[in-house]
């Protein structure tokens, strides 16, 4: 379960992660098939926002003194999903313990 903490082989502590969000234009329209990349995370953290702008990334946090997970979405398909957008990097802080410190996440996306 997300936030909880687990102990994987060999003794090293890991917390599972959630970060929910949306993706939308200065007009509040969901864009889809924007990349959310989560930087110093596999591939597997990674996602694409869906048709409705939302995206779930999960990982796995092992770095216990890690302050916070920076988020960077990147508009990889051009105008094939109604425009041309600027990249944008949220920060998402994280709790003492690991834990996500924000259930959710809004990006609102300019054009370029």
């Known amino acids: 379960m ?7 082989e060999y003794g090293v502590p890991v ?3 959630s970060i ?3 993706v939308m234009d200065v007009d509040f329209n969901p864009i889809e098939n924007i990349e959310v990349i989560l930087e110093g995370f ?4 990674s996602a694409r926002t869906s048709s409705a702008g939302t995206f779930i990334c999960e990982g796995q946090l092992t770095d216990m003194e890690k302050k916070e ?3 960077h979405f990147i ?3 051009g105008k094939e999903n109604g425009g041309e957008f600027l990249e944008e990097t949220v920060t998402v802080p ?9 259930e959710s996440v809004s990006v609102i996306l300019k054009n370029k």
């Open 2 to 8: 997300p936030g909880d903490i687990v102990t994987p």
């Open 15 to 17: 917390v599972e992660f």
């Open 75 to 77: 508009d990889t398909d």
């Open 42 to 45: 596999d591939e597997d953290a």
């Open 94 to 102: 994280l709790a003492e313990n690991g834990n996500i410190t924000t």
């Open 69 to 71: 997970i920076v988020m």
């Open 20 to 22: 929910k969000g949306k």
